[in-house]
């Protein structure tokens, strides 16, 4: 990949870590989409920071 890919379908959409996995591997530089999942947690604000933060971690622990 030369840039970013944008992994839509994660989260609400029924895209689940193991498809992340499945489809891109170890690539660096994929973004799945959790924008719904965020959003549908507002207008608490901690609620969706928490939600981002439990998201990366699960993504960063997938890495490698």
Not at 21 to 47: N, Y
């Amino acid at each position: 990949f030369n840039g970013p890919v944008l992994a839509p379908g994660f989260g609400a959409q029924g895209g689940t870590l193991d498809d992340v996995r499945r489809l891109f591997g170890s690539a660096a530089a994929v973004l799945p989409s959790t924008s719904r999942e965020v959003l549908r947690l507002g207008p608490d604000a901690d609620a969706m920071r928490d939600f981002v933060r439990r998201t990366n971690d699960d993504l960063r622990g997938s890495v490698g």
